[in-house]
């Protein structure tokens, strides 16, 4: 199951579960979709310390999204932090971001709280608010 939750917006906070139904995944990419409608920066947290691995179909319509979505993504989206409990996981994030960057700035951290401090510090360089 995956929770998104926009109720802090700018702040979206995403919450992956033990368990990602075909279905679920497609109402998770069609909400994430829909942020850049509107036309306002916003930044993402995705807590997926308890994720399941997405399976290779789920893996390729998301890569199709950030593809398709990628020039209104880029516009609003100012910055994704994913909370992973795991280092290894954590450097395997880091790697991919050296070897082939996101379209949008994104970080792997160990707490919720040391993403949404980096989150801060991004929309705010960015925006001149804060979060």
Known sequence: MITVDDSEWPLVRVRFGDSISDPGWDEYL???SRFPDRREKY???TDA???ATPNASQRRRVSELIEREKE??????????VIFTSPLLRGVIT????ASPSPVPMKSFATPEEGRAW???RYEAVTGRPL
């Open 95 to 98: 790697a991919i971001e050296w």
């Open 43 to 45: 930044v993402t947290i």
């Open 49 to 51: 310390r308890r994720a």
């Open 119 to 121: 989150l801060a510090q």
């Open 30 to 32: 069609a909400t994430l």
């Open 72 to 81: 209104r993504t880029v516009r609003w989206n100012v910055a994704n932090a």
